[in-house]
Structure formats: structure tokens, C-alpha cells
């Protein structure tokens, strides 16, 4: 077992190993500071955060503790972010001081809001006056919005700058990003007009107007606007830096391509989670933090569990007349819930992305529905025969296929018509789709299953 | 409905409006090329190839025959993948090279990744010569690698290089990539040493030597690493630009940040429909193409479901001696059911982002199963409770209790295990695990309900 993972170690492309890990909790457990140090000093931010999620809560703690002179800003920015409580408590003042100093607005500003208020203020104050205006004036817009998470750092220039004019002016002593890509050309009242890549100036003349190299497609976003669409705005037209600007149409600042995609990145994962019904939560969690995010879910679940166990008690006679019934029942079920799941699926994504609109809304529906019908007979079909065999009643045989047939049509129905609904009511489609579809195909499920029995059998 | 519709719209910072579908399909049908023309003609290219998915069959058709001039290359490589086939041949050989043509490297070979032979042919012909053979090199590499998917136009400078010079590089004749965001620095022996982003060297002096403007951390990848790794070390390091090099470690391409962007949020929505069972497949599929793409996961679901029932059919005689029994039974099932999915979720998330690892395996699957056990007393409780009150049955309540537990308990085990052992066995845990867990839990739980009720109520 341990050979195998090795395998598959050596052949990945980031990360940290396994080895290591131990063997910094050896280091941890005898205290050998220094030897700490030589492990994890040469180890990029990303990879000393994904570090210290690994390690169990005593572990964490004793590194914590042995780690010399503090966990640096980009650290507690990659970490998970349920830990970095945890990990700014353990620093003292001068040192959280000294990590935030290191960050960009937008990474203090996204670490500011998973705090609690006692740590937000010593943040706040940790930071140069300037920094904090720019982080507070950030935390004025809504969250989740672009004016929460863009970079105000950035490069822009007037529109009539030749290739000259703004090489001098980045070597001039002026502040620049750490990272940027784009020139942005603004007008004399700061409204974005265009922007031009540094590889264009860097391979033009020196006398060529920035004009005449700006990219063909150009895009602004305003300060309001959810900061998800402005990521998968930037994953659809391959932008690398989106413009933002404010009710004027001033620039203020940037979203970045890294930042959109770590953004994206986190949504899926968010759906994925929400899907199967398990919320919030990381692997770092604890017993009693798990237990509690996951009960809501199976609280629902339980609910319309023992709605579908009302439906079978309404066919008790029918029950207790032919056990077959109680026997093949749950087939039914779940083939439809196994259907409407897929249903339900592949509307949450195509309504997440765009692919679902109002323009094909009829069309998907439709599809699905017949999906069902086409999947319920082949399925009925071949159901039927299995419950002839096995009972060896020709009845028994019709009332599972016809039961299976309205089932899957039901679950085709169920699967895309209740995330559509609930997308329109504004309430998000991977959160609660899937507890309605099933309660729906459970239901329908029984129902169609003994209620045809009672008809037909008894 | 459609006035809710309507303020969503507003609100979107991309893509095309269900007006402008309706608009251009109308256009279409009344043959109005240049109509047409007007609408489509200032959209970006990933906007036309969303207005095409968007058709049904019969406009699809239609629009691709009033489309004067045929469709652009980029349009092609952002369309959906079933529906290159259609588009490509809608168009004759001229427009076919013309389309080709445009494109980098990288692009022709997604393109041609999922096309016949014959259109293959046809492609390969439409390049030059020297486009060809990069291309073919290309598809020599497997499927999936680094290799299939980088861009072989980039930029690169001797070590040795100063600001000026690499400025005068830039500045001669030399064909340059669309889009380069860094110079990569090789030894003499085309070995990448480090890179220097653009921004530092339009911000420095002529004479800095590049050397001293590199950035602190650099990586380079194997031509043969998957390149969902690689795609993910670019999210992991917030890289722009991954070099990516041969077996002698001499550079050979980059994987930029947004084909590494495009690619991961493909793998997560992938990973979304195969956790569904819904597998391959598009918003465009046909009814048919729909239907076959679901049925595989129904039929393993079906024979699951038999499986279940033949436990069931085990307890028969206990079953007609308690008709509760039947009406309780799928509760208990479909808790477990819920449960496992949560706890396989997590799991193969985990799995996929490298949190999940030797080093915390057993305290992930202990934690689950506590987390199991934990809901699993209080849902016992619960439904000990409405069990009791509803058939008034003290021993029915207890077995039900009992059963819950052990069923939730179990489903933490099943719903870590599984993918983790299916990993180990090298197959995508994400494909497979959801079948073999619900199974699981369908047979726990109704054994246990219905053996427990066996031992201590009849």
C-alpha cells in the first residue's frame, strides 16, 4: 500500500511528500527547532500552508510553537480558511504585524473577513495608514462583489503615450505591482478605454503610440458586480487582468487571472460539496464541527424519508397481501433517484455556466423527460422480466415496468424542473435540488409502484 | 418568470443575452445573411461558440448555412467538443484551412483530438509545413500529457542576456507569440534556468543583467507529467507561465495560466457529472446520445438495487409477520445512502486536491466514521421516537435505533474506504465510488433492520 502511493508520488508535478511531512513532525516532536527550520525554510508559502493542514490539531500547535520567528502573511493567505484563526492567534502582535505587512489589499481583505473583530482590529492596525484606508475602503463593498477582492495596485497611463513615454515611466521611481501584465489606458476622467500587453510594448518602437497595440477586445467590470461571474467572465474571454471601475466609470482596480482561477477553483469545489449535501467544512475539521456540518442535510433527508414511508403505510393491505411488494418497492425508488440525480446534475452545471437559459430551457426539459421515458422502458423491460422469474406473476411484472417507466419520466421532470425553479427564486440550485428530487422520485416511486399493485394484483 | 429573467440578465458581466439568440435565430430564419452578419460579427469568438450551442439541430444547421464566409478557427476550438465534428464539416477545404490556420499550435491539437480520420487529414493538410510538424510531434506525446497541450511559441533569452538586449531581441523581426507574459532564461544547452517577468524588465535599466531581475521561485515540468498536475501547480503557485521541458530537461513549450484555468474548470465539472453517474456528454446531446451516456450507471444502480432486495427477500418471513417493517425499511437505507455519499464526497475531493494523503489517511476515515456514529445515535433517537409513537412498538423502536447506527457508522467506513482504495487500484475514484457505497449502505442497512428485527421481534 505504501509502495503504491510512493509511485504515484514520484510522478507529481507539485505538493509536498509524505516523507517530509513525517519528517517534520519528528523534527517537531524532539523540538529540534533548527532542524524544523532547514525542512520547511526552502519550501514555497503554498506548500508550508498545505503543511501545516496536514498536521493533526496537537501537531499543528507544537509547530506553531517551534516554528522561529513567526509564520509569514502568504502563508496565512494560502491557508485553509477555517485554520487561519487558529494560526494568527498564535502569533503575537509584532509578528502578525510583520506578516500582514508582507500582503497585497485584496489577500489582507480576504483574510480580514474570516476573522473575528478583536483580530480584524490588530490587523487594521498592523497596517500602514495608507494600506488600511485602501483595505477599509475595500470592506465597504459587498462581499462576494469584485470591489471586495481586486487588486488596487496596478499600471495605467493616458491614452496618447508612445511605447517611450511609458518605459520611462515604469523606470522612473514609481511604485509598481509586484506582478502585472497590462498597461491600462485611461482617459483625462480615469474611464478605461483600452489596454495593451507588455509584450506588445516591449517589441515595438519606442516612438509607436500605445493606441496602436491595444488588444482588439476589451472589457470593464463594474465594482458591485459578483466577483464569480468576473472570474468565469475571464475563463470564457481569456483575459488576463479585468479592469474594474466604480459608478463613474473610474478605474480602481484589478482582478487578476491567478485570483479569478483560485476563485473558480473554490466554487466548483463549493457545488461539488453542496450537492452531496455536505455544506461547509474542510478535512481539517474536527469530529464535533463535521457532525454539525453534516446533520442539516440528513435532517432533511430524514424528513422526506419518512414522508415516503407515509406513502408506503397508505398501501399497508397491499403490503401485507403480497411480500413481493415490500421485496422489489425499493428498486423503484431508487432507479429514480439514481435518474433524477443525473437530471438534476447536469441542470445545477449547465445553469452555473450559462448553458441554460431561457433560450433552451423548453428544449432541455423536454430531453430529459424523453431521456427517462427511453431509459424506463429499456429499464421496465428488463425489470419486468427479472420480477416474472423471480415471482413468477405476469401482473407483478407489469406493475414494476409500468411503475419504473412513470418513475424515470417523473425523475427527468424532477431533475431539471426543480433546479430551474429554484435558480429563478434565487435560491442556489446545488444547495437544495437535490433533497426536493429525490423526495419527489421516492414518493412517485412508491406511489406509482403499490399503487398500481392495489389496482392491478389485489 | 421572465421579468426575473430579465433583472438577472442585467446583472451578467458575460456572454450573450437570450435576445440576441432569438434575434440572430430569426435572422437565420428568414435567410437575412447580412442581418445575421450584423449581430454576430462584433461578438468575441467564445460568445459565437455560445450562441451556436445554444441553437437546436435544425437552426444549428441553418446558421451554418447562411454564415457567410464560414466560422473562424477560434470559434471552433471554444465550442464544445461534440460539436466540432458538425461545425468542420459544414465547411468546405478553403474555408477549413483558412480556420486552421489561425490558430497556435496547442489549439490545432485539441482540435484534432477529437476528429475523425478523415477530417484529421484534412486539417493537417490545411497547415504549413512547419505548423504540421509541430503538431504531429505534439500528438506523438500521450494523451492528457503536458506535451498534447503546451504552446510551443514562447519566448526565450540566453542567461547572459541584459534588459537591452533582450529588448532588442524583442524589438528585431523575430516572430513572437500572441500572448508572452515572461522571458525564459536557458543555459547554453537549452536547459531553462529561471524566468524574468516582463513587467521587471520594462521597469529596469538597459544594462541590468536578467539574471538579477529573476523571479525567487521557478519550476519547470516533464513533457510526459499529466497535465491536469501541471494545470494544478499553476493554480497551486499562482504561476502565468509553465516551462515545460524534455527527457534531457531541454525546453520545449509553456502551459499558460488561462489553457491551465480552462482545463482545471473542465476536470471539475468532469468530476461533478461522473460523481452523478452522468459521465461524457453535453447540453447539445441528442435525445439517443443522452440516453446511452446515462444508461451504463442505471444498469450497475439496477443491479445494486436487485442486490439489495435479494437481502431483503431474505427476511420474508419476518416481513409478512410485520407490515412496519416494510414501511420502515427504506429510512434506514436512504440515511445510509445520504450519510456515505456526504463521507465519499469529501473523500474524492480530498483525493483530487492532494489533502488527502498517507499522512492523514487513517485519522480522515476515523473521523468519519465518528462522524457516522455520532449523527447515527442522534437519528437513532429521533426515529426511535416517530417509530415508536407510530406503531407503538417499543422493540421496533430500538431495532430501528440500532440499525441506524450501525448503518451511518458504516457509511462513514464505505464512503472514505472506497475511494481511497479505488485510488490505490488506479481507478478514478470519482467514477466509480458512488455505486459501490450506496450499495453498501442499501445491504447494511436493510440486513441489519430486518435482521435485528428477526432476532428480537419475532
Same mark, same amino acid.
Given at each position: 500500500?505504501?509502495?503504491?502511493?510512493?509511485?504515484?508520488?514520484?510522478?507529481?508535478?507539485?505538493?509536498?511528500?509524505?516523507?517530509? !511531512?513525517?519528517?517534520?513532525?519528528?523534527?517537531?516532536?524532539?523540538?529540534?527547532?533548527?532542524?524544523?527550520?532547514?525542512?520547511?525554510?526552502?519550501?514555497?508559502?503554498?506548500?508550508?500552508?498545505?503543511?501545516?493542514?496536514?498536521?493533526?490539531?496537537?501537531?499543528?500547535?507544537?509547530?506553531?510553537?517551534?516554528?522561529?520567528?513567526?509564520?509569514?502573511?502568504?502563508?496565512?493567505?494560502?491557508?485553509?480558511?477555517?485554520?487561519?484563526?487558529?494560526?494568527?492567534?498564535?502569533?503575537?502582535?509584532?509578528?502578525?504585524?510583520?506578516?500582514?505587512?508582507?500582503?497585497?489589499?485584496?489577500?489582507? !481583505?480576504? +483574510?480580514?473577513?474570516?476573522?473575528?473583530?478583536?483580530?480584524?482590529?490588530?490587523?487594521?492596525?498592523?497596517?500602514?495608514?495608507?494600506?488600511?484606508?485602501?483595505?477599509?475602503? *475595500?470592506?465597504?463593498?459587498?462581499?462576494?462583489?469584485?470591489?471586495?477582492?481586486?487588486?488596487?495596485?496596478?499600471?495605467?497611463?493616458?491614452?496618447?503615450?508612445?511605447?517611450?513615454?511609458?518605459?520611462?515611466?515604469?523606470?522612473?521611481?514609481?511604485?509598481?505591482?509586484?506582478?502585472?501584465?497590462?498597461?491600462?489606458?485611461?482617459?483625462?476622467?480615469?474611464?478605461?478605454?483600452?489596454?495593451?500587453?507588455?509584450?506588445?510594448?516591449?517589441?515595438?518602437?519606442?516612438?509607436?503610440?500605445?493606441?496602436?497595440?491595444?488588444?482588439?477586445?476589451?472589457?470593464?467590470?463594474?465594482?458591485?458586480?459578483?466577483?464569480?461571474? !468576473?472570474?468565469? *467572465?475571464?475563463?470564457?474571454?481569456?483575459?488576463?487582468?479585468?479592469?474594474?471601475?466604480?459608478?463613474?466609470?473610474?478605474?480602481?482596480?484589478?482582478?487578476?487571472?491567478?485570483?479569478?482561477?483560485?476563485?473558480?477553483?473554490?466554487?466548483?469545489?463549493?457545488?461539488?460539496?453542496?450537492?452531496?449535501? !455536505?455544506?461547509?467544512?474542510?478535512?481539517?475539521?474536527?469530529?464535533?464541527?463535521?457532525?454539525?456540518?453534516?446533520?442539516?442535510?440528513?435532517?432533511?433527508?430524514?424528513?422526506?424519508?419518512?414522508?415516503?414511508?407515509?406513502?408506503?403505510?397508505?398501501?399497508?393491505?397491499?403490503?401485507?397481501?403480497?411480500? *413481493?411488494?415490500?421485496?422489489?418497492?425499493?428498486?423503484?425508488?431508487?432507479?429514480?433517484?439514481?435518474?433524477?440525480?443525473?437530471?438534476?446534475?447536469?441542470?445545477?452545471?449547465?445553469?452555473?455556466?450559462?448553458?441554460?437559459?431561457?433560450?433552451?430551457?423548453?428544449?432541455?426539459?423536454?430531453?430529459?423527460?424523453?431521456?427517462?421515458?427511453?431509459?424506463?422502458?429499456?429499464?421496465?423491460?428488463?425489470?419486468?422480466?427479472?420480477?416474472?422469474?423471480?415471482?413468477?406473476?405476469?401482473?407483478?411484472?407489469?406493475?414494476?415496468?409500468?411503475?419504473?417507466?412513470?418513475?424515470?419520466?417523473?425523475?427527468?421532470?424532477?431533475?431539471?424542473?426543480?433546479?430551474?425553479?429554484?435558480?429563478?427564486?434565487?435560491?442556489?440550485?446545488?444547495?437544495?435540488?437535490?433533497?426536493?428530487?429525490?423526495?419527489?422520485?421516492?414518493?412517485?416511486?412508491?406511489?406509482?409502484?403499490?399503487?398500481?399493485?392495489?389496482?392491478? +394484483?389485489?
Amino acid at each position: 500500500m505504501s509502495d503504491a502511493i510512493d509511485d504515484i508520488e514520484e510522478e507529481e508535478a507539485f505538493g509536498i511528500s509524505d516523507k517530509l !511531512v513525517s519528517d517534520v513532525m519528528e523534527a517537531v516532536d524532539a523540538d529540534a527547532d533548527e532542524v524544523v527550520e532547514d525542512l520547511v525554510d526552502p519550501l514555497h508559502p503554498a506548500d508550508v500552508a498545505h503543511l501545516i493542514e496536514q498536521l493533526d490539531d496537537k501537531d499543528r500547535k507544537e509547530f506553531l510553537r517551534v516554528w522561529p520567528g513567526g509564520i509569514e502573511g502568504e502563508v496565512i493567505s494560502e491557508l485553509d480558511d477555517n485554520l487561519r484563526e487558529e494560526v494568527i492567534d498564535s502569533l503575537d502582535e509584532e509578528e502578525l504585524a510583520e506578516a500582514v505587512r508582507d500582503l497585497d489589499s485584496d489577500d489582507v !481583505v480576504d +483574510l480580514i473577513e474570516d476573522l473575528d473583530d478583536e483580530q480584524t482590529e490588530a490587523v487594521l492596525e498592523a497596517l500602514d495608514d495608507s494600506d488600511r484606508a485602501l483595505v477599509e475602503q *475595500a470592506l465597504t463593498y459587498p462581499e462576494e462583489s469584485a470591489g471586495r477582492h481586486m487588486q488596487v495596485e496596478l499600471v495605467r497611463g493616458p491614452e496618447h503615450w508612445t511605447v517611450g513615454d511609458a518605459i520611462d515611466f515604469l523606470r522612473s521611481d514609481v511604485e509598481l505591482p509586484e506582478q502585472f501584465y497590462h498597461i491600462i489606458l485611461v482617459d483625462p476622467r480615469m474611464k478605461p478605454v483600452g489596454y495593451v500587453t507588455l509584450g506588445r510594448i516591449l517589441s515595438s518602437d519606442r516612438k509607436t503610440p500605445l493606441k496602436e497595440l491595444e488588444e482588439d477586445s476589451f472589457r470593464t467590470f463594474n465594482v458591485e458586480q459578483d466577483v464569480e461571474e !468576473v472570474a468565469q *467572465a475571464i475563463n470564457h474571454y481569456h483575459m488576463i487582468t479585468a479592469p474594474v471601475v466604480d459608478d463613474d466609470d473610474r478605474l480602481i482596480g484589478v482582478i487578476t487571472i491567478d485570483d479569478a482561477m483560485a476563485f473558480l477553483e473554490e466554487e466548483a469545489e463549493e457545488d461539488i460539496l453542496r450537492l452531496a449535501g !455536505v455544506g461547509e467544512g474542510s478535512l481539517s475539521d474536527r469530529v464535533i464541527e463535521t457532525t454539525k456540518n453534516r446533520f442539516p442535510w440528513l435532517a432533511v433527508n430524514l424528513a422526506t424519508a419518512i414522508l415516503a414511508s407515509l406513502v408506503i403505510a397508505m398501501f399497508e393491505e397491499t403490503l401485507s397481501g403480497l411480500v *413481493a411488494l415490500a421485496i422489489l418497492m425499493p428498486i423503484v425508488a431508487s432507479m429514480g433517484g439514481n435518474a433524477g440525480t443525473q437530471s438534476l446534475t447536469v441542470a445545477v452545471r449547465a445553469l452555473a455556466t450559462r448553458d441554460l437559459t431561457d433560450a433552451n430551457v423548453w428544449r432541455v426539459v423536454r430531453r430529459e423527460v424523453l431521456v427517462g421515458l427511453v431509459n424506463g422502458i429499456i429499464f421496465a423491460v428488463v425489470m419486468g422480466a427479472v420480477g416474472y422469474f423471480w415471482f413468477g406473476n405476469l401482473t407483478l411484472a407489469y406493475v414494476i415496468g409500468a411503475a419504473m417507466v412513470i418513475n424515470l419520466a417523473v425523475a427527468g421532470l424532477a431533475g431539471t424542473g426543480v433546479p430551474i425553479i429554484l435558480e429563478k427564486l434565487g435560491i442556489d440550485p446545488a444547495l437544495a435540488s437535490g433533497a426536493f428530487v429525490t423526495t419527489v422520485t421516492d414518493v412517485v416511486g412508491f406511489f406509482a409502484f403499490l399503487g398500481l399493485a392495489a389496482l392491478w +394484483l389485489l
